[in-house]
C-alpha cells in the first residue's frame, strides 16, 4: 500500500512539474485572468460549467469570488452553472447535453465570460455550452486535459492539463483555477498585495 502511494505522489508531482515547465501555460491563465478582470471592470461576469468533479470546481471558482479568497474585497459576479432544479429541468425537458447551454442562454450576455471544464473535452453538455456562448459573443475559456478532446481549438483560449486519469487532471484544474483568482485580485485589488 505504502509503494502505490508513494506512486501516487510522485505522479502527481511529476504532472505539475510538467505543467509548469511549459512556459505556455503561464502566459495562458495570464492571458484568460485578464480578460476576466476586464470583463469585471466594464460590468460583466463568468459563468462556469463542468461534469461531476468539474461541477464542484466550478462552484469552488465562483464562490471564491462571490466570497472572499485571501484579502477582504467587494464581491465578483460568478455564476456556477450547477443548480440542480435547473439541470433536472432542462435535463428532463431538453436533454442532458442541454443543461448548460439553456445556463448560458439565460444568464450569458456579449464580453462575459464562460469557463468550461471537461478533463475529457469530450463532454457533449460543455461543447453546447461552448457553441451558445460563441453566439452570445462571450470569451470562452477551456480548462481541459487528455488531447483536449473535440473542445480543443473550440475555445478561445483553452488549457490541457496533462495527467493520464480525471483525478490527475483535476488537481491541476483547481490549481489553475486558484491561480486566476489569485491574478484577478492583483490586477483588479493590487493594495491587497505587497509582493
Do not use: W
Request: aromatic content about 6%; proline content about 2%.
Amino acid at each position: 500500500m505504502k509503494n502505490n502511494i508513494e506512486i501516487s505522489l510522485k505522479e502527481s508531482v511529476d504532472n505539475f512539474v510538467d505543467f509548469a515547465s511549459d512556459k505556455r501555460n503561464a502566459k495562458i491563465i495570464e492571458q484568460i485572468s485578464g480578460k476576466i478582470a476586464n470583463a469585471f471592470k466594464n460590468g460583466n461576469k463568468v459563468l462556469i460549467c463542468g461534469n461531476g468533479g468539474s461541477t464542484t470546481d466550478a462552484m469552488h471558482f465562483a464562490e471564491e469570488l462571490t466570497g472572499k479568497f485571501r484579502k477582504e474585497r467587494r464581491a465578483l459576479p460568478a455564476i456556477a452553472l450547477t443548480d440542480p432544479s435547473h439541470i433536472t429541468c432542462v435535463a428532463n425537458d431538453y436533454g442532458f447535453e442541454e443543461i448548460f447551454a439553456r445556463g448560458v442562454e439565460a444568464y450569458g450576455k456579449e464580453n462575459d465570460v464562460l469557463i468550461a471544464i471537461s478533463t475529457s473535452g469530450n463532454s457533449q453538455n460543455i461543447i453546447n455550452a461552448v457553441k451558445k456562448a460563441a453566439e452570445n459573443k462571450m470569451i470562452t475559456f477551456g480548462l481541459l486535459g487528455k488531447d483536449g478532446g473535440k473542445l480543443n481549438e473550440k475555445c478561445d483560449i483553452q488549457i490541457i492539463a496533462p495527467g493520464r486519469t480525471t483525478d490527475r487532471i483535476q488537481e491541476i484544474h483547481i490549481a489553475v483555477l486558484h491561480i486566476i483568482i489569485e491574478i484577478i485580485e492583483r490586477i483588479l485589488f493590487p493594495d491587497n498585495y505587497t509582493v
